[in-house]
């Protein structure tokens, strides 16, 4: 299938490795030019090097304003369209709510949902020039279904949510389509941190999972990337689960 991405440029945040390098690949496999961003400059060297000329890469920090602001300002001196935005971050911490501090909440906050606020702000006027123009919210599984010990994640990603469906009808108006991807257990650094919690850790998530495995990256990334395409172009506020049918609810 004909993704129609060639000559397109997308915006992939935190593309350094993990889900983020994931989607810029699918992406760049199918034509498109993509910019991706990171807070390490070897690791994006790496990353950018092994996507080949199609893409480039700008270091920045988006838990920070100025940071997003700033990439946001650069790219816009290359190129006047942008094609789609990747909305994607390093999840927060692990924690209870009895060990997490004030400190932790607020740079989740930043971390998860000012990131989101901003680069959605911020790359608004270069998504319009698009004709066929996407935001896509990478998230979680836990905004459908709490995970142990995450507490962060499973109270602050929600707002993503609420937000990209308000975004559903506020944007249109502009030809944006906003849509949010949920991965369950993928092998990425951050699942593999969470594996490494005991000996048993990967046999009870696996046991949940009717699949009875963790995902690839590779399973990922072309998903979203069908997601950001012109070919998705009536798929508009919508959340995708992509976790081996590990949530199970009804809604």
């Known amino acids: ?8 440029t997308y915006l992939v945040t935190a593309a350094s490795r993990g889900l983020g390098f994931s989607v810029a690949k699918s992406l760049v496999s199918e034509g498109a030019h993509v910019i991706i961003c990171g807070r390490n400059e070897e690791s994006l060297k790496t ?18 304003k100025e940071d997003v602001q700033s990439l946001v300002q650069k790219i816009a001196t290359n190129i006047v369209v942008l094609d789609g935005l990747f909305v994607n971050a390093g999840g927060p911490p692990p924690g209870t709510f009895s060990n997490l501090t004030d400190d932790d909440w607020k740079k989740a906050f930043y971390l998860t949902l000012m ?12 998504l319009k020039m698009s004709d066929s123009a996407s935001i896509l919210y990478s998230t979680s599984i836990s905004v459908k279904q709490p995970i142990d010990n995450l507490l962060l994640s499973n109270a602050i990603r929600p707002a993503v949510i609420g937000m990209m469906r308000t975004l559903a009808t506020e944007l249109a108006p502009d030809y944006i389509r906003v849509n949010a991807i949920c991965p369950g ?3 990425t650094e951050r699942v ?8 048993s850790a990967e046999d009870n998530i696996t046991a949940g999972i009717p699949l009875k495995r963790i995902g690839k990256p590779e399973e990922f990334g072309p998903v979203a990337t069908f997601l950001l395409s012109p070919i998705s ?19």
């Open 185 to 187: 257990y993928i092998q």
């Open 47 to 64: 990353a950018s090097s092994s996507l080949g000329e199609l893409a480039e890469y700008y270091v920045a920090d988006v838990s920070k």
């Open 1 to 8: 299938m004909d993704l129609d991405l060639k000559d397109r």
């Open 233 to 251: 172009s009536y798929i508009h506020g919508s959340l995708l689960l992509v976790d081996g049918g590990l949530y199970q609810g009804m809604m």
């Open 192 to 199: 593999n941190e969470l594996l490494a919690a005991s000996d």
């Open 115 to 126: 990131s989101a606020v901003w680069l959605t702000r911020e790359t608004r006027l270069l």
